[in-house]
Protein backbone atom coordinates (compact mmCIF):
# COMPACT_ATOMS: atom_id res chain seq x y z
CA UNK A 1 0.00 0.00 0.00
CA UNK A 2 1.89 3.27 -1.03
CA UNK A 3 1.39 6.48 0.96
CA UNK A 4 -1.49 8.30 -1.78
CA UNK A 5 -4.05 4.92 -0.56
CA UNK A 6 -2.93 5.02 3.35
CA UNK A 7 -5.17 6.98 5.97
CA UNK A 8 -3.24 10.51 6.88
CA UNK A 9 -1.97 11.03 10.56
CA UNK A 10 -2.62 13.83 12.15
CA UNK A 11 0.42 16.31 13.25
CA UNK A 12 -1.24 19.26 15.59
CA UNK A 13 0.72 22.21 16.10
CA UNK A 14 -0.40 24.71 19.75
CA UNK A 15 -0.64 28.43 19.48
CA UNK A 16 1.42 31.11 21.73
CA UNK A 17 1.97 30.24 25.01
CA UNK A 18 0.83 27.07 24.87
CA UNK A 19 2.34 23.46 24.76
CA UNK A 20 1.78 20.12 23.20
CA UNK A 21 0.06 19.36 26.36
CA UNK A 22 -3.09 21.43 25.11
CA UNK A 23 -3.74 18.28 22.45
CA UNK A 24 -3.95 15.72 24.84
CA UNK A 25 -8.02 15.64 24.86
CA UNK A 26 -8.13 16.04 20.99
CA UNK A 27 -5.64 12.75 20.47
CA UNK A 28 -7.76 10.96 22.93
CA UNK A 29 -10.61 11.28 21.41
CA UNK A 30 -8.88 11.12 18.04
CA UNK A 31 -6.54 7.46 19.03
CA UNK A 32 -10.58 6.04 20.42
CA UNK A 33 -11.55 6.74 16.36
CA UNK A 34 -8.06 5.06 15.36
CA UNK A 35 -6.49 7.79 14.22
CA UNK A 36 -3.03 8.44 14.90
CA UNK A 37 -1.38 11.72 15.74
CA UNK A 38 1.62 13.76 16.58
CA UNK A 39 2.53 17.03 18.59
CA UNK A 40 5.53 19.42 18.84
CA UNK A 41 6.11 22.09 21.41
CA UNK A 42 7.58 24.89 19.92
CA UNK A 43 10.28 26.40 20.82
CA UNK A 44 9.18 29.78 20.76
CA UNK A 45 7.32 29.09 24.41
CA UNK A 46 9.66 30.21 27.02
CA UNK A 47 10.29 29.43 30.27
CA UNK A 48 9.06 32.78 32.58
CA UNK A 49 12.43 35.07 32.98
CA UNK A 50 13.75 34.17 29.79
CA UNK A 51 16.19 36.80 28.39
CA UNK A 52 19.01 37.16 25.72
CA UNK A 53 18.46 35.86 22.09
CA UNK A 54 15.31 33.70 21.98
CA UNK A 55 13.78 31.12 19.59
CA UNK A 56 11.24 32.88 16.58
CA UNK A 57 8.69 31.75 14.15
CA UNK A 58 11.70 30.39 11.83
CA UNK A 59 12.58 28.04 14.81
CA UNK A 60 9.35 27.15 15.39
CA UNK A 61 8.95 26.34 11.90
CA UNK A 62 12.31 24.18 11.21
CA UNK A 63 11.19 21.92 14.82
CA UNK A 64 7.81 21.16 12.76
CA UNK A 65 9.51 20.99 9.39
CA UNK A 66 11.57 18.41 11.18
CA UNK A 67 8.76 16.24 12.53
CA UNK A 68 6.90 16.41 9.17
CA UNK A 69 9.70 14.64 7.84
CA UNK A 70 10.32 12.05 10.41
CA UNK A 71 6.73 10.58 10.50
CA UNK A 72 6.52 8.08 7.54
CA UNK A 73 2.42 8.47 6.17
CA UNK A 74 0.65 11.02 4.88
CA UNK A 75 -0.62 13.95 6.82
CA UNK A 76 -2.78 16.46 7.92
CA UNK A 77 -0.99 19.14 9.51
CA UNK A 78 -3.27 21.27 11.72
CA UNK A 79 -2.39 24.48 13.55
CA UNK A 80 -3.90 26.19 16.03
CA UNK A 81 -4.56 30.30 16.91
CA UNK A 82 -0.36 30.96 16.58
CA UNK A 83 0.38 28.13 15.26
CA UNK A 84 -1.22 28.81 12.11
CA UNK A 85 1.97 31.06 11.20
CA UNK A 86 4.99 28.37 10.99
CA UNK A 87 3.16 25.79 9.57
CA UNK A 88 2.52 27.92 7.19
CA UNK A 89 6.05 28.27 6.63
CA UNK A 90 7.15 24.44 7.48
CA UNK A 91 4.55 22.81 4.99
CA UNK A 92 5.70 23.80 0.93
CA UNK A 93 7.40 21.31 -0.70
CA UNK A 94 6.79 18.51 1.71
CA UNK A 95 5.58 15.30 0.01
CA UNK A 96 3.83 13.88 2.57
CA UNK A 97 1.65 16.75 3.92
CA UNK A 98 -1.88 15.87 2.15
CA UNK A 99 -3.36 18.53 4.24
CA UNK A 100 -3.18 22.14 6.06
CA UNK A 101 -6.08 23.18 8.40
CA UNK A 102 -5.70 26.57 9.93
CA UNK A 103 -7.79 26.02 13.40
CA UNK A 104 -8.87 29.92 14.29
CA UNK A 105 -5.23 30.50 12.95
CA UNK A 106 -3.11 33.12 11.03
CA UNK A 107 -2.69 31.68 7.79
CA UNK A 108 -0.12 34.41 6.26
CA UNK A 109 1.33 35.19 3.27
CA UNK A 110 5.00 36.25 2.03
CA UNK A 111 6.04 38.99 4.22
CA UNK A 112 3.47 38.86 6.59
CA UNK A 113 3.83 38.65 10.39
CA UNK A 114 1.68 38.04 13.10
CA UNK A 115 2.72 41.67 14.10
CA UNK A 116 1.66 43.38 10.45
CA UNK A 117 -1.52 41.41 10.74
CA UNK A 118 -2.16 43.41 13.79
CA UNK A 119 -1.43 46.70 12.19
CA UNK A 120 1.81 47.18 13.33
CA UNK A 121 4.97 48.48 11.39
CA UNK A 122 6.93 45.51 10.46
CA UNK A 123 10.51 45.70 12.32
CA UNK A 124 13.73 44.27 11.69
CA UNK A 125 13.88 40.97 13.41
CA UNK A 126 17.27 41.51 14.28
CA UNK A 127 16.35 43.91 16.73
CA UNK A 128 13.46 42.25 18.45
CA UNK A 129 14.26 41.39 21.63
CA UNK A 130 12.12 39.86 24.91
CA UNK A 131 9.02 38.44 25.21
CA UNK A 132 5.23 38.67 24.62
CA UNK A 133 3.30 37.44 27.97
CA UNK A 134 0.12 35.96 28.30
CA UNK A 135 -2.39 37.85 27.02
CA UNK A 136 -4.58 39.99 29.52
CA UNK A 137 -7.90 37.72 30.98
CA UNK A 138 -7.03 34.05 29.10
CA UNK A 139 -9.75 32.92 31.30
CA UNK A 140 -12.05 35.24 29.23
CA UNK A 141 -10.24 35.38 25.70
CA UNK A 142 -9.27 32.20 25.48
CA UNK A 143 -11.08 29.60 27.11
CA UNK A 144 -14.49 31.41 28.14
CA UNK A 145 -16.24 28.24 26.91
CA UNK A 146 -13.86 25.60 28.31
CA UNK A 147 -14.94 23.61 31.60
CA UNK A 148 -13.77 25.30 34.49
CA UNK A 149 -11.57 22.28 35.05
CA UNK A 150 -9.77 22.10 32.25
CA UNK A 151 -9.93 25.53 32.07
CA UNK A 152 -8.31 26.09 35.80
CA UNK A 153 -5.34 23.63 34.38
CA UNK A 154 -4.77 24.81 30.74
CA UNK A 155 -4.05 28.76 32.88
CA UNK A 156 -1.66 27.22 34.76
CA UNK A 157 0.24 25.82 32.15
CA UNK A 158 0.48 29.20 30.33
CA UNK A 159 4.22 30.75 29.73
CA UNK A 160 5.60 33.80 28.11
CA UNK A 161 5.96 34.01 23.91
CA UNK A 162 9.54 35.09 22.10
CA UNK A 163 8.40 38.65 20.49
CA UNK A 164 10.55 37.53 18.14
CA UNK A 165 7.62 34.91 16.81
CA UNK A 166 5.64 37.35 16.18
CA UNK A 167 7.83 39.84 14.55
CA UNK A 168 9.40 37.05 11.81
CA UNK A 169 7.44 37.42 8.69
CA UNK A 170 6.91 33.98 6.61
CA UNK A 171 8.76 34.09 3.18
CA UNK A 172 6.73 31.47 2.01
CA UNK A 173 2.89 30.08 2.38
CA UNK A 174 1.88 26.24 2.11
CA UNK A 175 -1.31 26.59 1.54
CA UNK A 176 -0.92 28.45 -1.62
CA UNK A 177 0.39 24.99 -2.98
CA UNK A 178 -1.14 22.58 -0.90
CA UNK A 179 -5.04 22.14 0.03
CA UNK A 180 -6.12 23.85 2.79
CA UNK A 181 -9.07 24.11 5.13
CA UNK A 182 -10.04 26.66 7.62
CA UNK A 183 -12.22 26.08 10.74
CA UNK A 184 -13.93 29.43 11.67
CA UNK A 185 -14.54 29.69 15.63
CA UNK A 186 -17.91 31.19 15.73
CA UNK A 187 -17.78 32.87 19.82
CA UNK A 188 -14.41 33.66 19.59
CA UNK A 189 -13.23 36.31 21.89
CA UNK A 190 -9.76 36.50 21.02
CA UNK A 191 -9.80 36.13 17.06
CA UNK A 192 -13.13 37.67 16.17
CA UNK A 193 -15.30 35.69 13.21
CA UNK A 194 -14.24 39.29 11.32
CA UNK A 195 -10.53 38.77 11.85
CA UNK A 196 -10.43 34.76 10.72
CA UNK A 197 -12.26 35.60 7.91
CA UNK A 198 -9.35 37.13 5.49
CA UNK A 199 -7.15 34.20 6.36
CA UNK A 200 -10.26 31.76 5.59
CA UNK A 201 -10.43 33.01 2.35
CA UNK A 202 -7.24 31.82 1.59
CA UNK A 203 -7.82 28.47 2.18
CA UNK A 204 -9.57 26.05 -0.02
CA UNK A 205 -12.96 25.42 1.95
CA UNK A 206 -14.12 26.72 5.73
CA UNK A 207 -15.93 24.77 8.13
CA UNK A 208 -17.62 26.72 11.58
CA UNK A 209 -17.55 26.02 14.56
CA UNK A 210 -19.93 27.16 17.73
CA UNK A 211 -17.02 27.89 20.07
CA UNK A 212 -14.62 30.75 21.41
CA UNK A 213 -11.01 30.42 20.65
CA UNK A 214 -10.02 27.10 22.18
CA UNK A 215 -12.53 24.28 20.43
CA UNK A 216 -9.66 21.65 21.03
CA UNK A 217 -10.90 22.05 25.23
CA UNK A 218 -13.82 23.26 24.95
CA UNK A 219 -15.37 20.50 21.99
CA UNK A 220 -12.83 17.89 21.35
CA UNK A 221 -15.35 15.65 19.80
CA UNK A 222 -16.76 17.86 17.40
CA UNK A 223 -13.55 19.74 16.25
CA UNK A 224 -12.27 15.50 15.87
CA UNK A 225 -15.61 15.35 14.20
CA UNK A 226 -14.37 18.18 11.54
CA UNK A 227 -10.90 16.92 11.24
CA UNK A 228 -11.86 13.22 10.17
CA UNK A 229 -14.23 14.68 7.25
CA UNK A 230 -11.43 16.76 6.25
CA UNK A 231 -9.19 13.81 6.29
CA UNK A 232 -11.76 11.88 4.33
CA UNK A 233 -11.49 14.30 2.01
CA UNK A 234 -15.82 14.86 2.38
CA UNK A 235 -16.78 18.84 1.40
CA UNK A 236 -17.28 21.34 3.76
Avoid at 6 to 22: K, T
Avoid at 28 to 47: C, F, K, N
Avoid at 81 to 105: E, F, R
Avoid at 187 to 199: G, I, N
Wanted: hydrophobic content about 40%; some cysteine; proline content about 9%.
Amino acid sequence: MNDRTRSPQFLLVHGAWHGAWCWRGLQDVLADRGWTSHTVDLPSVVPEGSAGKLPGLLDDARVIREKIDAVQAPLVVVGHSYGGAPITQATPGAANVCHIVYVSAFALDQGESLMTCFGGEQPDPATVQGVVPVREDPAETLYHDVPEQEREAALARLRPQTALSFAEPVDRAGWKTLPSSYVLCEDDRSLPPSYQEPFAERTGATYRLPSGHTPLLSMPGKLADLLERIAHGVPA
